[in-house]
């Protein structure tokens, strides 16, 4: 699988543009957790979760190796390599979340001097 820096930038923009959200993949009004948007950002389905109020992502599931990714390139903290640990705590910010997308594209296209890494 190829991992695409543009992945990441989209999926800030997506939380940009439509909102912020935590411990849910996708709100009803359409804002983002980190994990959801990286799946809207590779096209993803969504169908209603038992949780009212929220959509889960369907289909291809591609987007946690995207997430397995980013998660190690998290800064240190209490969340180890777990992307929605970090995106649900309570002292991140939609701006740490945005700028941390940001961040692991620059670092991929960096690292590997491209648009995508082979996973």
């Given at each position: 699988?190829?991992?695409?820096?543009?992945?990441?930038?989209?999926?800030?923009?997506?939380?940009?543009?439509?909102?912020?959200?935590?411990?849910?993949?996708?709100?009803?009004?359409?804002?983002?957790?980190?994990?959801?948007?990286?799946?809207?950002?590779?096209?993803?389905?969504?169908?209603?979760?038992s949780q009212e109020g929220a959509y889960v992502p369907t289909g291809s599931y591609e987007y946690l190796t995207y997430a397995e990714h980013a998660g190690n390139l998290l800064p240190e903290g209490i969340w180890g390599t777990c992307v929605p640990d970090f995106n649900d705590d309570p002292?991140?910010?939609?701006?740490?979340?945005?700028?941390?997308?940001?961040?692991?594209?620059?670092?991929?296209?960096?690292?590997y001097g491209t648009e995508y890494k082979v996973a």
């Open positions: 699988m190829k991992l695409f820096p543009a992945i990441y930038d989209k999926a800030a923009d997506l939380i940009e543009e439509k909102g912020y959200v935590k411990g849910k993949y996708k709100s009803v009004d359409g804002c983002f957790c980190a994990l959801g948007a990286i799946a809207e950002a590779m096209g993803a389905k969504w169908e209603e979760d002292d991140v910010t939609k701006e740490d979340v945005t700028s941390f997308l940001r961040k692991v594209a620059d670092e991929l296209r960096n690292e």
